[in-house]
């Protein structure tokens, strides 16, 4: 057993947390991490406020346990979902990118709210606007790290916040759980690992290419969805990096999200001033180049399309080797994290 603030504060047995991805992390993934001990995230981006709801009490059937929800603020739907979350007393609210206007009504119920950030000054904004506890996201992270790497963030994080802190980027065992804690992090949390579980949606295809993966086998740009990011080096991947600004795909993005979420002309237009000046700025074209993003990341997890498919993961891929249950992969990081400390306890003389 591990206790930590963040076991203390979330009410959770395990410092691990299943970190919000956008299509991956649904009921199933979420319920299977909260019962094995864990912080189950639903990353509610994709969903229109029925499915959060819909999606929020499926998990309820499968867990009585604590789990949360993960939004992208900037962007639409979010305030949506966001009010849909609260109305359901969901007790973890996760966010990205943006500022919580919710802190006050989260808290009111006794929900906690979980900011996001990748660059230092943002953590002691987020504690300042009441958030409860930080995730830090470093380089190695699949999809939205910043420059810093979590070896180099998490402890300036942690000598400048009182809260407790989720180390995400990088990590998949017991030892990066170690460390993380040795750090000053309270607790770690997992994409790509999770990715690679038998609960996970991703599909076989793109297991496979994780599992075949070196560290070195991951790209960082802006071109895959309009921010900076980490993907699976796959051919399309590696042909948007030499395609450079993708004008065409970006103007037929815009129009999709217009379509989409079937607004007039002076809505679309009002919309992306308003996004313009938000403080993580994201101008229309951004929000058309992560459309573009969106659709080839579907098709390689849900269609397992390897040609045309790119999807978010992290450095870390190139140190999974098997896609075991939730279960046991939990069981096998607490009994290594356990090992890496009585290791460096021994090394004592
Ligand atoms: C496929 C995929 C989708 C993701 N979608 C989201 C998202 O919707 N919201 C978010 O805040 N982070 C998202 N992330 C980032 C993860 O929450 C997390 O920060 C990252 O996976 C941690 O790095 P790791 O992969 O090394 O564990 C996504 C990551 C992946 C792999």
Not at 22 to 27: D, Q, R
Not at 65 to 77: A, H, T, Y
Not at 105 to 127: E, F, P, W
Request: net charge neutral; charged share 25%; with cysteine.
């Amino acid at each position: 057993m591990l206790k930590t603030r963040m076991t203390e504060m979330f009410g959770v047995e395990r410092p691990i947390m299943l970190a919000g991805m956008n299509w991956i992390t649904e009921p199933k993934l979420v319920s299977a991490v909260c019962n094995a001990g864990g912080l189950g995230i639903l990353a509610v981006a994709r969903c229109t406020p029925r499915e959060t709801r819909d999606n929020i009490r499926q998990i309820r059937d499968m867990t009585d346990k604590p789990f949360g929800i993960n939004q992208i603020l900037v962007g639409p739907g979010a305030k949506e979902n966001i009010e849909v979350a609260i109305e359901e007393k969901v007790p973890v609210i996760n966010y990205s990118l943006g500022k919580p206007w919710f802190v006050n009504d989260v808290h009111a119920y006794g929900g906690k709210v979980l900011g996001t950030i990748a660059i230092s000054r943002h953590a002691s904004k987020a504690v300042e606007l009441g958030c409860d506890a930080l995730v830090i996201t470093g380089h190695e992270a699949a999809a939205h790290g910043a420059a810093a790497t979590s070896m180099v963030l998490i402890p300036i994080v942690a000598s400048m916040v009182n809260v407790p802190l989720i180390a995400a980027g990088g990590f998949y065992d017991g030892r990066g759980l170690a460390a993380a804690l040795a750090l000053g992090a309270d607790g770690v949390s997992m994409g790509s690992r999770f990715m690679l579980v038998q609960e996970s949606m991703v599909h076989e295809n793109f297991k496979r290419l994780c599992l075949e993966a070196t560290e070195q086998d991951t790209l960082y740009d802006n071109v895959f969805d309009g921010m900076d990011g980490r993907v699976l080096k796959t051919k399309e991947a590696v042909a948007m990096t030499k395609r450079g600004f993708p004008l065409a795909e970006s103007i037929k993005g815009a129009l999709l999200v217009k379509r989409v979420l079937n607004m007039s002309w002076g809505k679309f237009v009002k919309m992306s001033f308003e996004m313009m000046r938000a403080e993580e700025g994201h101008p229309l074209l951004v929000l058309a180049r992560q459309a573009v993003g969106n659709m080839k990341h579907m098709k390689a997890i849900m269609e397992g399309d390897v040609e045309k498919g790119i999807l978010f993961a992290g450095q870390c891929c190139g140190g999974i080797k098997d896609i075991p249950t939730t279960r046991e992969l939990m069981d096998r990081i607490m009994i290594e994290a356990d090992e890496a400390i009585d290791r460096l306890n021994a090394m004592r003389s």
